[in-house]
C-alpha cells in the first residue's frame, strides 16, 4: 500500500511517499528557515504563504523521487493538528483536495503521532509498550505507547518546550535561528560543568517538564556577566547539559514505572548528538534498549506522517476523513 504523506504544520513544507508504513520510496523537506531568520522565529502568516508557493513543487517532487504516478497512490495522510492554523490548512486542503479528485481515502494525523511513529522508519523497530520522550520545538512530552494509534501521556511540559529553550537561549547569545543546532555545535567545545543552571521538577510532578526557569537562569547569567562573550561555549554546554539532564533522567524513570525494555526519543531535539549520547548510556545502565530515528527523521518530515497514516487506515476501525475534517492548532487531548 503506498501512502503520500504531506505535512505543513509550521516552517516545513514535506511530503513522503511510503509503502506498507515502513518502506520510505520518498522524502522531501523544503525548509522555510531562510525566509523566518531575519525575524528571529517562524511568523505564522509568512508560512503560510511560504506552503502555497511550495506545496506543488514539493508534492511532485516526492511522487517523482518514489517514481510513481497519481494513479499509483492508495492513499494519502496530511498533519491536521497542533501547528499553526494557516500553515496546517494549506497541506490539510491540498489532501483533501486530492483524495477526493483521485477517489481514494485520505486521512488527517496528529503531528505528534506522527513523531512517535518516526521510530518505526527504521531498524530495529521498538516493540510495544514502549516509554517515548517526544522533544521537539513545539512539545516536549513522555508518552507510554501502546500502539501506532494509542499513545497516553505521562506528562508534559507546563511552559516552553525544550527546542524552544533551544532557540530562545540561541537568540540570547545572538547565535541565529533555530537555536538547536548551533547551541549543540558551540557545546561541543565547552564546559557542561562551568554553571550550575537549574534542572526544574526533578522530585516533584513526576513527568512534566519546566524550561521557562532555565531559560530565564541563562538570561540572568547573560545580564550579569559582562564577559560572557569570552566563555559563550562554555554557557551553550551548561544549557545543554541541563537541558539533556532532566529529559534522560525522566524518560528513564518512565520507562521502569511502566516496566517497559524499550525506550525512543522522537522529535527535533533528538537530533541533539549529547541527548542521544546521554540516553543511549543510561538506557544501557538500566538495561533498556533504545530506539532513535535517524537525524534526518527528528525533525519535521512527511515520511512519519504517512507511517502514522498508513496505520489509521489499516487499523480495526479505519479513520477515513471527509471534507467536513477541520484542522486544530492544539494538543488534542487524546496525545
Ligand atoms: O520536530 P521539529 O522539527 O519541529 C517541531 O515539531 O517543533 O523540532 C524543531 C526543534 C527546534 O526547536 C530546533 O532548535 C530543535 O528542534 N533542534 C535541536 C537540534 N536540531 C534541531 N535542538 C537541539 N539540538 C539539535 N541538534
Ligand atoms: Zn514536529
Redesign the pocket.
Known amino acids: 500500500m503506498k501512502i503520500l504523506g504531506i505535512e505543513t504544520?509550521?516552517?516545513?513544507t514535506a511530503a513522503a511517499v511510503i509503502e506498507d508504513g515502513r518502506r520510505i520510496l520518498s522524502s522531501v523537506v523544503a525548509s522555510q528557515v531562510d525566509v523566518h531568520h531575519p525575524y528571529g522565529g517562524v511568523v505564522p502568516e509568512i508560512a503560510a504563504r511560504c506552503h502555497m508557493e511550495s506545496i506543488v513543487p514539493v508534492v511532485a517532487g516526492a511522487m517523482d523521487e518514489a517514481g510513481i504516478d497519481f494513479a499509483g497512490l492508495d492513499a494519502i495522510g496530511a498533519t491536521r493538528g497542533p501547528?499553526l492554523v494557516g500553515a496546517l490548512l494549506v497541506g490539510f486542503s491540498f489532501a483533501k483536495a486530492m483524495g477526493f479528485a483521485l477517489n481514494i481515502p485520505w486521512t488527517g494525523i496528529d503531528?505528534l503521532e506522527g513523531?512517535l511513529n518516526s521510530v518505526f522508519l527504521a531498524e530495529p523497530a521498538p516493540d510495544f509498550p514502549f516509554t517515548a520522550l517526544l522533544?521537539?520545538?513545539?512539545?516536549t512530552a513522555i508518552y507510554l505507547v501502546r500502539s501506532h494509534v494509542d499513545a497516553l501521556c505521562m506528562g508534559r511540559t507546563r511552559d516552553d518546550?525544550?527546542?524552544?529553550a533551544?532557540?530562545k537561549v540561541?537568540k540570547m547569545l545572538d547565535l541565529g535561528?533555530?537555536?538547536?543546532?548551533v547551541?549543540?555545535?558551540m557545546a561541543e567545545t565547552g564546559d557542561p560543568d562551568r554553571i550550575k543552571f537549574p534542572r526544574a521538577f526533578m522530585d516533584r510532578s513526576a513527568y512534566d517538564f519546566s524550561f521557562s526557569g532555565l531559560k530565564t537562569s541563562v538570561k540572568r547569567y547573560i545580564d550579569t556577566h559582562g564577559d560572557f562573550q569570552s566563555h559563550v561555549n562554555d554557557i551553550a554546554a551548561s544549557f545543554?547539559e541541563a537541558?539533556v539532564d532532566v529529559l534522560a533522567q525522566k524518560l528513564m524513570s518512565a520507562a521502569l514505572e511502566n516496566r517497559c525494555a524499550h525506550v525512543a526519543v522522537?522529535?527535533?531535539?533528538?537530533?541533539?548528538?549529547?541527548?542521544r549520547q546521554r540516553v543511549l548510556s543510561d538506557a544501557r545502565k538500566h538495561g533498556l534498549k533504545l530506539f532513535i530515528p535517524p537525524?534526518s527523521l527528528?525533525?519535521?518530515?512527511a515520511a512519519m506522517i504517512a507511517a502514522a497514516a498508513f496505520h489509521r487506515l489499516t487499523g480495526d476501525c479505519p479513520q477515513v476523513g471527509n471534507l467536513a475534517d477541520d484542522v486544530y492548532s492544539r494538543v488534542e487531548r487524546r496525545l
Open positions: 504544520s509550521c516552517d516545513e501547528g503531528h513523531h522533544v521537539s520545538g513545539g512539545h518546550a525544550a527546542g524552544e533551544f532557540d540561541a535561528y533555530p537555536g538547536g543546532g547551541i549543540s555545535r545543554q537541558c522522537v522529535g527535533g531535539v533528538a537530533a541533539n548528538s549529547r541527548l537525524v527528528c525533525g519535521d518530515n
